[in-house]
C-alpha cells in the first residue's frame, strides 16, 4: 500500500499549496482537519475546503470542526471524503441525507510514459519561470470553465506565481506560434508527484495535445525523484489517463455546505 499513500500524501499537499498560493487565504489543520479559507467566500476545491487527516477523529468530531471554521467566517465549504479512509464520514452524511455533488477517481502511476509525437508546427517548453506559468493559466481559463471552474477562480490560485514556483511545481505548455495550446503541472511532495491543472484550448481540442503534456508532466515527476504519480481525473481526461496506464486506488468525493448550514 506504499503507493496509494504516497499518492495520497501529495494530494492533501495539493490542497496546503493551493491555499498557500492565493491572496489573502488562511490554512488550519485543526484537530485532525484541514481546512482551506480562500480568496473568495464561495465552496469549492482549493477555495474553502476541509478534509479530515486523522482518521482516528471521528467523522461527527471532524465534520463539527469544520462546521464551526467555517461558520465563525460566514463562508459555505466543501467537505471532502476519500472511498478509502472516509467511509464512516460518507455513511454519517448518507444517514442525515446529505450526499456528493461529484466525485473523482484517484489514479496512480509508477512508471515513466513514452513521449507523444506532437502536430506539425506544436513544440513544448518546460514550466521554469513566471512566463511559462502565465501562460499554462491562460490556457486553463479556457479549458476549466467547461468543468464549472471560472476562469476568475483558475487565476485566483496563481496571483502569486512566485510562490507556485517555489513549491517544486514544473510541467510543460505546448505552443504553436507562439500561442499556449495546452499545459500540465506537476507537483512533487517528497516521494511522490502529482499531475494537476491538465488543459487544452477550447480550439485546440483532439490534437492530442492534453496527452502529450500529460506524459511529459508525469515524466518530470519522476525525473525528480518521484517513486509515484498521482492525479484525479475529471470526467474529461478519464479516458485519457486510462489508456496512459493510470489505475485507480481511490476515489474522492465532495459534498457542498452554504452559508445557512454552516451558520
Not at 478534509?51 to 471532524?62: E, I, K, N, Q, T
Not at 470542526?65 to 479512509?85: I, N, P
Request: charged residues 20%.
Amino acid at each position: 500500500m506504499i503507493g496509494p499513500q504516497l499518492a495520497d500524501e501529495n494530494l492533501v499537499e495539493s490542497f496546503r499549496m493551493h491555499g498557500r498560493w492565493q491572496e489573502p487565504a488562511e490554512v488550519c489543520e485543526q484537530d485532525g482537519v484541514l481546512m482551506v479559507a480562500g480568496s473568495t467566500s464561495r465552496p469549492g476545491l482549493y477555495r474553502n475546503c476541509a478534509m479530515r487527516l486523522d482518521s482516528s477523529v471521528s467523522a461527527g468530531r471532524a465534520f463539527e470542526r469544520a462546521m464551526k471554521f467555517f461558520g465563525s467566517r460566514e463562508r459555505g465549504f466543501a467537505l471532502l471524503t476519500r472511498k478509502r479512509l472516509d467511509e464512516d464520514m460518507d455513511s454519517l452524511l448518507a444517514d442525515a441525507g446529505i450526499f456528493p455533488r461529484g466525485s473523482s477517481p484517484c489514479m496512480i502511476i509508477n512508471r515513466e510514459l513514452e513521449a507523444a509525437p506532437l502536430p506539425k508546427g506544436v513544440y513544448t517548453v518546460p514550466i521554469e519561470g513566471e512566463s511559462q506559468l502565465r501562460d499554462s493559466v491562460q490556457v486553463n481559463m479556457d479549458a476549466y470553465p467547461r468543468l464549472g471552474v471560472s476562469a476568475a477562480d483558475v487565476a485566483s490560485f496563481f496571483v502569486n506565481g512566485d510562490r507556485v514556483l517555489k513549491d517544486n511545481v514544473s510541467g510543460v505548455v505546448a505552443y504553436k506560434d507562439g500561442v499556449p495550446l495546452a499545459t500540465a503541472l506537476t507537483y512533487v511532495t517528497g516521494s511522490s508527484a502529482g499531475v494537476y491543472w491538465v488543459g487544452t484550448l477550447t480550439a485546440a481540442e483532439r490534437q492530442g495535445l492534453a496527452g502529450a503534456c500529460t506524459r511529459l508532466a508525469v515524466n518530470a515527476g519522476f525525473e525528480r525523484g518521484a517513486r509515484v504519480v498521482t492525479l484525479q481525473a475529471s470526467p474529461f481526461g478519464l479516458p485519457l489517463y486510462q489508456r496512459l496506464g493510470f489505475r485507480n486506488y481511490d476515489g474522492l468525493s465532495f459534498y457542498t455546505f452554504g452559508r445557512s448550514q454552516v451558520s
